[in-house]
Structures are given as structure tokens and as C-alpha cells.
């Protein structure tokens, strides 16, 4: 038995790509980074990036096309696939890709409009305790 399941949350590193094969069916490809930090042997702070290939079929992918954009912050699911092409030399390369099943949209990519930059709001002078209904 096995088990192939990818979860990750990341942002995208270029703007959704949005096709559509002869049966009509609509693939979108786009990529994302996700970041790790860790010390090394020697206590110094690293960082590490990997890039992965994200592939999303049918609706979803036209949902994505619609609303995903470079910068954006996405959490996925999914699992790992391998393709195989040949090059224009005629070498067979391979391609390793998520297969997204599952995409929330996290966030914003633009500070002013995060949720964690957001101000707090007013607090209001007039209210009491006693005015909650329950």
C-alpha cells in the first residue's frame, strides 16, 4: 500500500496559465514557492525555497484563472504526478507536478488589504457589557 498526498500552502511565482484541450476541458498551470527557515550545524538561520509546478483541471482551473494572480497566497491539495516529453533534440525529459484536487485562496498579496496588517478597530466609546443580548 501507498500513500500520495502533497499538502502545501505558498504563493504563486507567475500569473495562472489557462488552456483548454480539444475535449474543451480547461487546464491551469501556474507555480508556486514555499519558503522554510532553519539553523544549520553551525546555528546560523538558513533559508530554503523550493518551486513546485501546480496543475488544476475543469472548473476549478477556470476559478483559479479568474481569481489567482502573481503574489497570491494559495494552500493546496492534491498529489504528486511525473510526465514524461521528449525535447526538440529528441531527450526524454521528465517533469515532476502537483495535481491539485483542492485550492483555497489565502490572504492578499497586497499588504494594505492583509488581514494581519489590518488596523484594529475603533473601540466604541458608548458600548457596555450590559448591551449584549446574551
Known sequence: MSVNKFIGLGRLTKDVELKHIPSGNAVANFSIAMGEKYKDKA????????????????????????????????YLEGKVTTRSYDDKDGN???????????????????????????????????????????
Request: charge should be negative; proline fraction near 4%.
Open 92 to 134: 526524454k525529459r521528465y517533469v515532476t507536478e502537483i495535481l491539485a484536487s483542492s485550492v483555497q485562496f489565502i490572504g492578499s498579496n497586497d499588504n494594505q488589504n492583509s488581514v494581519n496588517n489590518a488596523p484594529a478597530p475603533a473601540a466604541d466609546k458608548n458600548f457596555a457589557t450590559d448591551d449584549i443580548p446574551f
Open 43 to 74: 546555528g546560523v538561520m538558513q533559508e530554503k525555497t523550493e518551486f513546485l509546478n501546480i496543475v488544476v483541471w475543469g472548473k476549478l482551473a477556470e476559478i483559479c484563472n479568474q481569481y489567482l494572480a502573481k503574489g497570491k497566497q494559495v
